[in-house]
C-alpha cells in the first residue's frame, strides 16, 4: 500500500509559477510511476505529467509541455511538479498518483491517489 499527499497549492497569478509536492508513504518501492492529474471544476480528471521511478523518464499532456516540469526525491520519497507561465485554464484540483505499470497516462491505471490540492490561477 502507498499513502500520497499532496501539498502547495494556492492561488497565483497568470503568467506565474507555483510547486506542487506529493509526500508518498508505505510500499513505494512497488510503483514503477508516479503521476499528476487534474480535476477542473465541473470536468473530468485528466493527466498532466509521469515519471519513472526508477530511471526518471518523464512524459506530459501537450497542455502543459515546456511550461511544467515533473520530478521525483525517490529518497525523500516525494514527486514535485513546477509549473510555470500558468493560465487561468490550469486552474484544478491537482492530484498525484502512482501506478504499477510503465508508459501509461489512464487515471483507471493509477492505483494509488492523494486527496489533491486546490490550485487556482487568476487572470
Known amino acids: 500500500q502507498v499513502q500520497l499527499v499532496e501539498s502547495g497549492g494556492g492561488l497565483v497569478q497568470a503568467g506565474g509559477s507555483l510547486r506542487v509536492s506529493c509526500a508518498a508513504s508505505?510500499?513505494?518501492?512497488?510503483?514503477?510511476?508516479m503521476g499528476w492529474f487534474r480535476q477542473p471544476p465541473g470536468k473530468e480528471r485528466e493527466f498532466v505529467a509521469a515519471?519513472?521511478?526508477?530511471?526518471?523518464?518523464?512524459y506530459y499532456a501537450d497542455s502543459v509541455k515546456g511550461r511544467f516540469i515533473i520530478s521525483r526525491d525517490n529518497a525523500k520519497n516525494t514527486v514535485n511538479l513546477e509549473m510555470n507561465s500558468l493560465k487561468p485554464e490550469d486552474t484544478a484540483v491537482y492530484y498525484c498518483?502512482?501506478?504499477?505499470?510503465?508508459?501509461?497516462?489512464?487515471?483507471?491505471?493509477?492505483?494509488?491517489w492523494g486527496q489533491g490540492t486546490q490550485v487556482t490561477v487568476s487572470s
Open positions: 508505505g510500499r513505494t518501492n512497488s510503483e514503477y510511476t
Open positions: 515519471i519513472h521511478r526508477r530511471d526518471g523518464f518523464t
Open positions: 498518483a502512482a501506478s504499477h505499470v510503465y508508459g501509461n497516462r489512464r487515471p483507471t491505471d493509477f492505483g494509488s
